[in-house]
Every structure is written in structure tokens, then in C-alpha cells.
């Protein structure tokens, strides 16, 4: 792992993750009666399981509401998740105020253009191979994963390798 990365590694202690695009691969189902379906990894799951294990605070900030997001939420046990959220960047001003963290503690995954003003804020700002141009510009990690499979457990093992918390 290069130096810098590595550095900014170190410091994290809250991931934040997008939703569709990032823990889904951004397909939307949805149903005759318009209900909405969502595909998750579960090595994603599970990545976000042994983060929050290994006492990294996990987040997920989304600009859509779902109930299928609220269901793997609450599978996971995370109790930080942030659904119909249009300004990402206010709603993680409010997490750090709670939590009483910085911007440069924060890993955040993302997409899509709605995710870039956060991403130019955070200590470590990470998108995936199929993410918009502008996201990769400001990245300091591209994962080699893409979203809805395994990019988001892709990040926890860069994570807790990189501050020596993997447990494995």
C-alpha cells in the first residue's frame, strides 16, 4: 500500500457508503405494483459485520428511500442509516458533530455525481471502476470490485489490514 494511502487508512474511523451503485450493482427492480428490489453481496454483508466488529462506526447515506435498504440494514444491525438524503455532505456534518469525528476520520463510497461534494471533504474518498468521471478525479482508492460485489468488503480488508485490525 502506497504511503499516503496508508496514512489516510490509519485514520479512519467511520465508513460511509452510498447505496445503489456501491452496495448494489445500481440496477433498479422494480415491480408491477411498484415496489422496489435491491441485490446485495453478501461478502459485502459480512465486511460490514467485521468492520463494525473490529470498532469501525459504519454508515449508509443514500439519496433514495427503500424499504429493501431499511430490511439489510437492519440484518446487518447498523444503526446509523440515512435514507432520502439529498445533501450528503450536510447529513455527514451532522454524523461527525454526533459522533464528534472529522471529515479526515471519514471513508466514504461512492458512485455518482450526487456523492462528489462529500468526497472532495473526506479523509478517504473512494469510488468504484464503473463511477463518474469526476468521482475517480478526486478517489484516492478505485476499487478493483465493483459495486454489488464485493467493493465495499474490498475497502473494510483495506481498512483493517491497513491499521492492523484484520483478525484473519
Not at 450528503?88 to 464528534?100: A, C, P, S, T, V
Not at 455525481?113 to 468504484?128: F, I, P, Q, R
Not at 465493483?146 to 483495506?158: F, I, K
Amino acid at each position: 500500500m502506497e504511503k499516503d494511502l496508508l496514512e489516510r487508512v490509519k485514520k479512519i474511523k467511520l465508513l460511509a457508503c452510498d447505496v445503489d451503485g456501491v452496495l448494489t450493482d445500481g440496477l433498479l427492480y422494480v415491480g408491477g405494483k411498484g415496489e422496489e428490489m435491491k441485490a446485495f453481496h453478501a461478502h459485502d454483508g459480512l465486511g460490514m459485520k467485521l468492520a463494525q466488529k473490529q470498532g469501525l462506526l459504519v454508515t449508509i447515506i443514500t439519496g433514495k428511500s427503500s424499504q429493501s435498504v431499511i430490511s439489510r440494514a437492519e440484518e446487518l444491525g447498523l444503526d446509523d442509516v440515512h435514507l432520502g438524503t439529498r445533501d450528503k455532505l450536510g447529513r455527514m456534518k451532522e454524523i461527525l458533530q454526533k459522533e464528534n469525528l472529522s471529515f479526515e476520520q471519514v471513508a466514504f463510497i461512492g458512485d455518482d455525481l450526487n456523492d462528489l461534494y462529500l468526497m472532495e471533504k473526506v479523509g478517504l474518498a473512494v469510488t468504484v471502476p464503473n463511477g463518474a468521471p469526476e468521482l475517480k478525479a478526486v478517489a484516492h482508492y478505485i476499487t478493483g470490485r465493483s459495486g454489488g460485489r464485493g467493493a465495499v468488503r474490498e475497502v473494510v480488508e483495506l481498512l483493517l489490514k491497513g491499521q492492523g485490525r484484520w483478525p484473519y
